[in-house]
C-alpha cells in the first residue's frame, strides 16, 4: 500500500523530532516541508531527503499527491492552516495546542466535521505509560468516588524562545505550552466530566526581566516576552468533583507540589512509581505501584495513530471534541485571570 503521503508545515524546533519520527514509521511519507523562512525550508529538506519545500502551505494544499500535514508551527498558526489544509480535502495532524483560543478550534472542528477529514491534536502526554498506568488505576474502583485532584509542573527557569513568548505568534504562554497537558490529563483520568467554573490566577513575573537568565536555566530574550511564566487555577466539575492546576516556566522554587487525586476509598500521589494511600484492617496502609517505562517514543505512536485513523477509521486517542473541551478550559483560565473572578467553562457546540 502507498504510504500517506504528508507535507510538514513548520520546520521550528518540533519538526525535528517529527521528522525522525515519520523515518520509523513506514506507513506514512513525508513528501514536501514548509517554512515561511525559505532557507529554514529548504534545509530541512535537504536534512531529511524530502523532495520538495515551499514557504507557503497553500502551494502544497493544491496538490494532488498530498494526503494530510502535519503542522509544526507556531501556536497563531495552527488554525488558519489547518481550516485551509481541511477545505482542500487534507487530513490533519496539529500538534498541541489545538489552537491559541477557543474560537479558532471551534473552527477547526468544524471544517474537519463538513469537510469529513481528519484532525487529530498531538498532546502526547495522552499515551504516555505514566498516564496509562494512572487511567486503568482509577478505572480499578480502587480510589472509589474521586472527588479532588491536583495536577502541577514546575520548570524553575525552563522559558522556551521567541515563538513561544511573542503573543502573536504563540497566542499565550505557559498555559498553552504546558497547561494544556496538565488539563487533558486531568480531564482524561477523571473521565471528562463536564467542566462548570474556573477561577484562575495568571501571569508573567520573571520572563520580563533580564536578571532571571541565569545559568543552568534556559536562555530566552526577556525583550521578547509578552506572554504568562504562571499559572493556577480552581475548577469545579458537573460530577461534584473540584480540582487545582499549578503551572510555571519560572520560579524562585524547585517544585508547586506534586499531582494527586483523591477519593473516598484510596489517594494516588503521581510519580514513577505512583503511590497508593488507602486504609487496610483499621489501619492506615501506603503501597507502591509498579514503575513503568514509555516504549516507543511519543511522536512515532502520534503517527501511527494518525495513519491508522485515516486510513482505517480506527478512533483516535484524543478526538477533537476532547482537545475542543481541553481549549475551552484553557480559554477560562485566561477569560478569568483577566477578569479578577470566577467564570463559566463554556463549551461551544459544533
Request: aromatic letters at 10%.
Amino acid at each position: 500500500m502507498t504510504p500517506l503521503r504528508v507535507a510538514l508545515i513548520g520546520a521550528g524546533g518540533i519538526a525535528g523530532a517529527h521528522f525522525q519520527a515519520y523515518q520509523k514509521v513506514p506507513e506514512a511519507e513525508v513528501v514536501a516541508v514548509v517554512d515561511i523562512v525559505p532557507e529554514r525550508a529548504k534545509s530541512a529538506a535537504q536534512r531529511f531527503g524530502v523532495p520538495r519545500w515551499f514557504t507557503d502551505h497553500r502551494q502544497v494544499l493544491r496538490l494532488p499527491d498530498v494526503d494530510a500535514v502535519d503542522i509544526c508551527t507556531p501556536h497563531g498558526a495552527h488554525a488558519p492552516i489547518a481550516i485551509d489544509a481541511l477545505r482542500a480535502g487534507k487530513h490533519v495532524l496539529v500538534e498541541k495546542p489545538m489552537a491559541s483560543d477557543l474560537k479558532q478550534a471551534v473552527a477547526m472542528v468544524r471544517a474537519a466535521k463538513e469537510n469529513g477529514r481528519v484532525l487529530f491534536c498531538g498532546i502526547k502526554s495522552r499515551w504516555s505509560a505514566g498516564t496509562q498506568q494512572l487511567k486503568r488505576f482509577v478505572e480499578s474502583g480502587a480510589l472509589g468516588d474521586l472527588y479532588f485532584a491536583e495536577i502541577v509542573a514546575t520548570r524553575r527557569r525552563g522559558i522556551p524562545g521567541a515563538s513561544f513568548t511573542r503573543r502573536s505568534m504563540a497566542g499565550g504562554g505557559v498555559v498553552l505550552d504546558l497547561g494544556v497537558y496538565l488539563v487533558d490529563t486531568l480531564l482524561h483520568l477523571l473521565g471528562f466530566p463536564q467542566p462548570l467554573t474556573c477561577s484562575a490566577f495568571v501571569g508573567g513575573f520573571l520572563g520580563k526581566r533580564p536578571d532571571a537568565v541565569v545559568q543552568g536555566g534556559w536562555r530566552w530574550n526577556p525583550a521578547d516576552f509578552e506572554v504568562e511564566d504562571f499559572a493556577v487555577a480552581f475548577l469545579r466539575f458537573a460530577n461534584g468533583v473540584a480540582a487545582v492546576i499549578k503551572v510555571c516556566w519560572a520560579a524562585h522554587t524547585d517544585s508547586l507540589g506534586t499531582s494527586f487525586l483523591l477519593g473516598t476509598k484510596g489517594g494516588l500521589k503521581f510519580g514513577n512509581p505512583p503511590e497508593w494511600f488507602f486504609d487496610l484492617h483499621g489501619y492506615m496502609a501506603q503501597a507502591s505501584l509498579p514503575s513503568v517505562t514509555d516504549g516507543e517514543d511519543g511522536f512515532v505512536q502520534e503517527i501511527r495513530f494518525f495513519v491508522d485513523a485515516v486510513r482505517n477509521g480506527a478512533p483516535l486517542p484524543v478526538r477533537p471534541e476532547e482537545a475542543l473541551t481541553v481549549q475551552a478550559v484553557l480559554d477560562a483560565i485566561y477569560r478569568s485571570a483577566e477578569k479578577g473572578q470566577e467564570v463559566a467553562v463554556t463549551i461551544p457546540k459544533v
